[in-house]
């Protein structure tokens, strides 16, 4: 990195949006660390609602990544790997989440599995429960929400390590569990660990979804999102120091993960 | 156990090959000839229509797991997060094998490709020649009755290219199932086949021993892998060699037929000659002396007049179905 | 061509961005809690039908974000919240001198059509699920001191961040009860039921309005302060479920 690029020095016309680019995404969040009063922090951290609110943040993304990894890693190499009728279809839709506005993923769980939903109602009728007000409710939220990431990144994963290897794999006798056992996720791995940061990431910056599905309450429902939009309503300052707290965990955990993972991907 | 396949893909290949246990069949042609397609099917990593039966199962009906035939790649396809020893015990290990002695396995054919030592080793830290071998093992290990070896050569350096390729012959020589050896080098073909295999578009142009392709040759493409020049007089060939070439700067006055009119397009040393690139109203290949080369100033761009002497002329019929009698 | 179409649309983007910028001179910005809605946008057309070629902008929002808005100085000529304790940041911050009580809002109870949980009284809401506004918004505030001077001690199932947010719980059949303004029950007609809560209107929440500071033309704001404190108003306002202050 340092002395003279062999290549010559970096074009402006390169490096000012580059400046720019960087500069759109850190200036907000300094000036929110500047703006927060180190007392109110402080308070912040010591309150138990915080507390609760961060616990249930990280262990109902880290929940919803393990769900989205069960269930989107086998989806991402069908997309991948298998040539179905309908498949063009299938991966346009996968993503169409990403694009919804969260309140609109809200209503859409709410229409499949609230009580008088879709899949909610026979539920509700034939075991009492309903997923709206619970964590379970919360992580269905998150995994709606991250999947379509998940899915997406590992499926690009999956194509750049090409069907090659799976094609020796098989011809040495190897079913094509055991390939996807013994040759395509280990290939993929760097990918797939990318994958799984972005779930957890985008999962616990989930905000919409969860609070139009699920409610908020403290212990059960209320993640760090939607404790510092309840919190904003009545006192500026503490929502300031949630949302710097929100903001150091989420930067600890991918400043760790990064050197790890991130980069190799 | 024989190998009788008839393989079809639509639009890209059509062709027709038998062979006897211990066969070591060289397919040969131009690039886009099918000669990889042909291999990839027989795999099962290629979708086409027929059947190849090898003693008496059709392949075309056995998914690529239970055709039980080996593959070497063009480039290998090493698993890279597997050592060499687990690449080679992959195979057994897949067909249910405990790890334990499919893993002994693995280092029986190691030892036998003389590559022992790196069984340790990640595919990324073996050199071309290391890993070819090591992709040798891993399709030798299976016992399989019919091994596909596409290009196994290309890509590596000469000096390893060559002693590999007489070490494969010893292997193959051992080998009692069938071979199909995809290459585009003559030398692979004259040394380690019994039986030529020449692809042209899709279809069979020639089947013969190697001396009969090499004397003979019926493409253009064989031809110049074999270092003759081909010439085509209606149903007949007429081969000679570029040694019998005489190069002037004049037209010759004597015999008329033998001679043609042409410009330089290349020279590079072959053996102890220079070997001439000539087009003209015949693309041809002559051998001449670097004395010669540098009296007649042959350099690119030289008009020349070829002749050669009818005695040094061989002349065939051009059907394949002859060529082999 | 192909080249020019960049630059066209930046010229077509920063013209857009400027005109944001530019006021129009005969136009009113109003920022209103969300529960106004209804009535503010009745009452503009009546004062654009009073005021010839006088447009009026109405911009809603929860009393906290609009109050910290015009705190910070956004354009605004009116201010109107939901409850005091809004209306005193633009106090503090200087905004607004002597705001007005417009009109109150009280608790009800509102249940899916048909009441399928058969709530009568606060006490009902104990092990049925239902909603209320958090504990720091101002709807939740008044929930409080609802339930502690009903005496009743029930666990709700979620504490929504605002009075509409609790509504559409209900609304939606998510929630069995709900404690909502009056002017939300009203609102939402058949989709809910309404049950009033004995000692409710002892709890009231009180709308305050203001002319800003900011304002462009301080006249016309007051005209639209004097409209909606005015007799015209106070029929709207009563028509909409909202009490007399």
Known sequence: MTGRDPLGRAPWILVVPAVLGAGVLLVPL????????????????????ARDALWLSVSTSTAAMLVS??????????????????????????????????????????????????????????????????????????????LPFLVISIEGALRSTGSGYDGAAATLGASRWTTFRRVTVPLALPGIAAAMVLAWARSLGEFGATITFNGNYPGTTQTMPTLIYVARQSDADAALALSLIMLLVSVGVLVALRDRWLVTA | MTLAARLAIPGRLDVEVDAEPGDVIALVGPNGAGKSSFVHALAGLQHAEGSALLGGRDLLALAPQEREVGVVFQDQRLFPHLSALDNVAFGPRSRGEPKHSARAAARTWLERLGVAELADRKPAQLSGGQAQRVAIARALVTDP??????????????????????????????FRGITLLVTHDALDALTLATTVVVLDSGRVAQVGTPAEVAAQPLTEHVARLVGLNVLRDGDRLRAFSPAAVTVSRHAPADSARNRWHGVVRGAAPHGDAIRLQVTGERDLIADVTPAASRELALVPGQEVWLSVKETAVTTYDARADAASD | MRRGTPVVATVLVLSTLAACGTDDADSLQVLAAASLTDVFTDLADQFEADHDGVEVELSFGSSTDLAEQAADGAP???????????????????????????????LVIVTPPGNPAGIATLADLDGATWVRCADDVPCGRVAL???AAAGVDAEPASLEEDARATLDKVVSGEAEAGLVYATDAVAAGADVASIPIDGAEEQLTSYSIGALDQAEDGDLAQEWVDLVTGDEGEAALAEAGFGPP
């Open chain 3, 145 to 147: 001191d609802v339930l």
């Open chain 2, 145 to 174: 009755d019919l091994l596909l070896l596409d290009e196994p050569f290309t890509g590596l350096d000469v000096g390893v290219a060559a002693t590999l390729r007489i070490e494969l012959g010893k292997h193959l020589a051992d």
């Open chain 3, 76 to 106: 605004g000529d009116v201010l109107a919240t939901a409850d005091r304790a809004a209306m005193a940041l633009a106090e503090d911050a200087g905004v607004v001198a002597d705001p007005q009580v417009f009109a109150t809002n009280m």
């Open chain 1, 30 to 49: 300094a000036a929110m660390v500047a703006a927060t009063d180190p007392r109110g922090l402080a308070d912040a951290l010591a309150s138990e609602a």
């Open chain 1, 69 to 146: 990894l069960v269930i989107g890693l086998p989806l991402a190499w069908l997309l991948a790997r298998v040539d179905f009728p309908g498949s063009r279809l299938v991966r346009a839709l996968v993503i169409v989440p990403m694009v919804l506005p969260p309140v609109v993923a809200g209503i859409a769980l709410r229409s499949a599995f609230g009580r008088s939903g879709l899949i909610g109602e026979p539920l509700l009728d034939l075991t009492g429960f309903a997923f709206p007000y619970t964590t379970s409710g919360v992580v269905l939220a998150h995994v709606f929400v991250a």
